[in-house]
C-alpha cells in the first residue's frame, strides 16, 4: 500500500502562487498514474490535474488549465502542482491521489491511495 503526504498548501492573495508536493511512501510511484483533486467547502471532490507513469501525457480542468502545472520525480517518488494566478475560487483542500493503472483518470474512484490533503486558501 503506498502513502501520500500532501504539503505546500498556505494562506496567498489572489495572484500569488503556491507550489504542492506529495510524497510517497511504500509502494513506488514509477508506474502509477497521479492525480491532484480539490474540495471546497459543501462541494464534491474534482478533478485538478493528472498525469501519466512517465510524465508523457497530462490533463487540468478547464478552470486551472494555463494557470496550474502537474510533473513528478520518479526517482524521488515525488508528484508536484505547480499553482499561479491564483483565485479566490482556488480555494479548497488539494489532495493527491494514486491509482495502479499507468495513465491518470479523472474520476475520483478510479484511485486507491489518498494523502490527507493540504488547505490552500485565496484571499481576494
Known amino acids: 500500500q503506498v502513502q501520500l503526504v500532501e504539503s505546500g498548501g498556505g494562506l496567498v492573495q489572489a495572484g500569488g502562487s503556491l507550489r504542492l508536493s506529495c510524497a510517497a511512501s511504500?509502494?513506488?510511484?514509477?508506474?502509477?498514474?497521479m492525480g491532484w483533486f480539490r474540495q471546497a467547502p459543501g462541494k464534491e471532490r474534482e478533478f485538478v490535474a493528472g498525469?501519466?507513469?512517465?510524465?508523457?501525457?497530462?490533463a487540468y480542468a478547464d478552470s486551472v488549465k494555463g494557470r496550474f502545472t502537474i510533473s513528478r520525480d520518479n526517482a524521488k517518488n515525488m508528484v508536484y502542482l505547480q499553482m499561479i494566478s491564483l483565485k479566490p475560487e482556488d480555494t479548497a483542500v488539494y489532495y493527491c491521489?494514486?491509482?495502479?493503472?499507468?495513465?491518470?483518470?479523472?474520476?475520483?474512484?478510479?484511485?486507491?491511495?489518498w494523502g490527507q490533503g493540504t488547505q490552500v486558501t485565496v484571499s481576494s
Open positions: 491521489a494514486g491509482r495502479r493503472g499507468t495513465y491518470y483518470s479523472e474520476r475520483v474512484d478510479s484511485y486507491d491511495a
Open positions: 511504500g509502494r513506488t510511484l514509477t508506474s502509477a498514474g
Open positions: 498525469i501519466s507513469w512517465s510524465g508523457g501525457n497530462t
